[in-house]
Structures are given as structure tokens and as C-alpha cells.
């Protein structure tokens, strides 16, 4: 097989998002925000997980995140992994957009 011909499968292997991940709910001390996935094509989500101002918050690898107190005047993310659907090491992560400023209850 020529070598362009073996990046080319590699590169199809390698699951990509077409919908980024994003964020409902309400940034604030006490309430809940959901996140959706976004849409993946060639494979599917291996990872979950929220960020607090870009830093990954203990625990919080669901799809659902319970605002905390300590998130008060940070931004909170939603990132998503993805892994190939033919070869799992392929992996990419996704990041919504940021909520506003978490405000207190």
C-alpha cells in the first residue's frame, strides 16, 4: 500500500466533532447545567468532563454538574472526548463554549 494511502485510512480513523459540546442551564451557586455532546462522526464519546476557568473539577465527569459554591466568578466548560470508532486511541476532545460568570445563590 502507498505510504499516502496508509495516512489517508489513519486520518479517516480519526472521529471528529461536527457539533461542538455545549452548556444549558443557569450559572449560578446551586443550579444544574446540562451538557450535550455535540455530534461525532466516526466515533463516539469515551470522556466527560467539566472544567472550572480551564481546570478539570474533581469528580465532575457526567453529564450533569451541580454548580458549587467555589465556582463563584469562574467560567465553567463542558469537554468531551470522543475515541475512533475503528481504532479507540484515536481521540480528540471538544470544548463548549463558556458559561458567564458563575453567580452566587
Same mark, same amino acid.
Do not use: H
Given at each position: 500500500?502507498?505510504?499516502?494511502?496508509?495516512?489517508?485510512?489513519?486520518?479517516?480513523?480519526?472521529?471528529?466533532?461536527?457539533?461542538?459540546?455545549?452548556?444549558?442551564?443557569?450559572?449560578?451557586?446551586?443550579?444544574?447545567?446540562?451538557?450535550?455532546?455535540?455530534?461525532?462522526?466516526?466515533?463516539? $464519546?469515551? *470522556?466527560?468532563?467539566? &472544567?472550572?476557568?480551564?481546570?478539570?473539577?474533581?469528580?465532575?465527569?457526567?453529564? #450533569?454538574? !451541580? @454548580?458549587?459554591?467555589?465556582?463563584?466568578?469562574?467560567?465553567?466548560?463542558?469537554? $468531551?472526548? *470522543?475515541?475512533?470508532? &475503528?481504532?479507540?486511541?484515536?481521540?480528540?476532545?471538544?470544548?463548549?463554549?463558556? #458559561?458567564? !460568570? @458563575?453567580?452566587?445563590?
Amino acid at each position: 500500500m502507498a505510504r499516502s494511502a496508509r495516512r489517508s485510512r489513519g486520518f479517516m480513523c480519526v472521529p471528529a466533532f461536527t457539533v461542538q459540546p455545549s452548556i444549558t442551564g443557569t450559572a449560578q451557586s446551586g443550579q444544574t447545567l446540562t451538557g450535550a455532546d455535540g455530534t461525532i462522526v466516526r466515533g463516539s $464519546v469515551s *470522556a466527560r468532563q467539566w &472544567l472550572r476557568d480551564g481546570v478539570a473539577i474533581g469528580g465532575a465527569t457526567g453529564a #450533569t454538574y !451541580e @454548580v458549587q459554591p467555589e465556582d463563584v466568578g469562574a467560567v465553567v466548560t463542558f469537554a $468531551v472526548t *470522543a475515541a475512533g470508532t &475503528l481504532n479507540s486511541v484515536n481521540k480528540v476532545t471538544a470544548i463548549s463554549a463558556p #458559561t458567564g !460568570e @458563575v453567580i452566587a445563590a
